[in-house]
Nanobody
Framework: QLQLVESGGGLVQPGGSLRLSCAAS????????IGWFRQAPGKEREEVSC????????NYADSVKGRFTVSRDNAKNTVYLRMNTLKLEDTANYYC???????????????WGQGTQVTVSS
């Protein structure tokens, strides 16, 4: 079963930055689109961003557009989510998942990991 491991979360002040990493173990990420999702307490999990397998296509939720940047380094078998100008409402547990196509064609192929907690607080 495909499984990914998220890391890089932490406590940051509003306006700060973090870079999350999504790594695979035992398989290559290069054939998969990778989606980033987040879930805040009491809310449903939502998609934040997605990057195509080739890295040429990216999607962002309106709430993070212009602040978050997704990238991938297939040589390191890792996908990143750079988060700038963090807001209080970005506080959530962040997850990554491997899938097919970004956008309306998305279908998830990996199981959910434990995620990495991002807390934005002054």
């Amino acid at each position: 079963q495909l499984q990914l491991v998220e890391s890089g979360g932490g406590l940051v002040q509003p306006g700060g930055s973090l870079r999350l990493s999504c790594a695979a173990s035992g398989f290559s990420l290069e054939h998969y689109a990778i989606g980033w999702f987040r879930q805040a307490p009491g809310k449903e999990r939502e998609e934040v961003s997605c990057i195509s397998a080739a890295g040429s296509g990216t999607n962002y939720a309106d709430s993070v557009k212009g602040r978050f940047t997704v990238s991938r380094d297939n040589a390191k078998n890792t996908v990143y989510l750079r988060m700038n100008t963090l807001k209080l409402e970005d506080t959530a547990n962040y997850y990554c998942a491997a899938g097919g196509l970004c956008g309306s064609g998305w279908f998830q192929l990996s199981s959910w990991g434990q995620g990495t907690q991002v807390t934005v607080s002054s």
